[in-house]
């Protein structure tokens, strides 16, 4: 590699946020590189479940609407995010589908799915604001595939099928003709010949992958540059402006000169154990985040802060419960699972270490994580707390890294997951003696959640009493979806620890993504996007995507004003 590189744009970071940015720039005319630190590329993008939060997209445009939208977007920021920054995503967002469809990354509504949010006004209770990323064929990527991040375990059977959520929902619930959808996942793996006897990796991508895998693809098409093992080090500046960035590539100093400007899509720093303590509300340690690797450290902000960047929202992320899982075949190196709709599902509840229920259980995860926080602050207790089920919800659902028994009896699960992992005892009170929490208190809360499940309603935090706790509920059971008795032994509990999928405060940015100095006035040159900056959506989580789906409109917009600043005007 050179000791320096000319461009117009660099893109620093290769997950949605980055990738869109880097085409776009390409296609309005403009040289462009991306530089990846990782040794793969995709970033948190790969391991998501690559839905993003699009109001007023096609699909619902009869039903949504600009206000609408709008107004949903003021209830979450409560004020926190300017007016024109929130109008600049709604109205582009639609935009940023018509420029994937270019690229053939192709995307689909999922009716149903409600706002996270959906009491609030201009919520879409009936879904379709969430879509998701069509399977792709990741043969069209020949050797690249194996240059790109894997996905999320829970996102594949048996450790090597991937699955989308249409496949999830049967497959989790082994409701209709789950045996057939799983029939053909199994076939459609094995038969993929010759390339099975080289790899045991799905070259059927799902969820994130799939989108990342047709981003790379139509960035291979065009010859963009992607360097993998290169590291942020400072954004070099000339003549009051931004022009590029010092980079160390294996050890090896390197300049990229971006003449037009730079666009940072390199994820927060919730990987960097300094920044979390400084920053985040609770100090949690790095390893309870879902992140990938120890990449998300927070370059971009630190070299953002040296050059006068202002900042928002450090204290913020995007909140998920977790449980430790041993790393199968690793000795002594744990990782993490994620409690993303499990806490919905019938004859389970959440507790915190008094035995109490504390949260409707099935809010979103990050709003289930803030209750955490908050019911920690007031007593202590809340992190962390204690996921609860009886043997039907362990014969019926997986629940975090712990699969049903036609899957993963009992007797299947690792001895050293006992009474460190997951907890079990033939009565309550023995199991809140295993816990430590209190053998009254926990024996209430569970008999005031048997006469819940039996009238369907959850008179203390109404859960399943709104459409997006239903949507993960069981439809089987009845009256409530979301409330099953905790009745039938032997009875479980899981630790839950607080985690997260990233932070979500960084650089000051405006509507277009420039970002702005400490004075306010934007920084010549510099762009950022994703959770390197302060989220549109200040604390809250609207929806499904809303992560992936501001990155890619903002890092499109980056890229528009950049060509537009540089003389090469976008067709909108």
Known sequence: MANRIDCDVVVVGSGAGGMVSALRAHDLGLKTALIEKSDRFGGTSAVSGGGIWIPNNPAVAQQDSREQALEYMRQCTKGMVPETKLL?????????LDELARWNVGYFSIPGYSDYLPWLPGAMVTGGRTMMPMSFDASVLGDELFRMREPHPTHKVMGRMQIDLAEMGPLIRRTGAWWTTAAKLFFRYWLDLPFRFRSRRDRRLTTGNAMIGALRKAMMDRNIPLLLNTRLVNFVEEDGRVTGVNAVQRGDEVTIRASKGVIVASGGFDKNQGLRDKYLPVSLPVDHSLTPGQNNTGDALIAGQAIGAETEFLDQAWWVPTMRVPAPGFNNVDMRAAFFME????????????????VNEAISYNDFGAEMIAENSHNGAGMPCWMIFDATARWRYPIGALMPPVIQPDSLVPKEWWDNVIFKADTIADLAAKIGVSADALLRSVERMNGFALTGVDEDFQRGGNPYDLFFGDSRNTPNPCLGEIRTAPYY????DLGDIGTKGGLKTNEVGNVLGENGVPILGLYATGNVSGAVTYDSYPGAGGTLGPAMVFGMLAAE????????????
């Open 88 to 96: 600049s995503y709604i109205d582009n967002a639609p935009r940023v």
């Open 343 to 358: 806490r919905g599902y019938p004859h389970t509840m959440c507790v915190n270490r008094k035995g109490e229920r504390f």
């Open 493 to 496: 509990a899981i630790p839950v």
């Open 561 to 572: 004003h950049i060509a537009l600043r540089s003389g090469n005007s976008p067709a909108v």
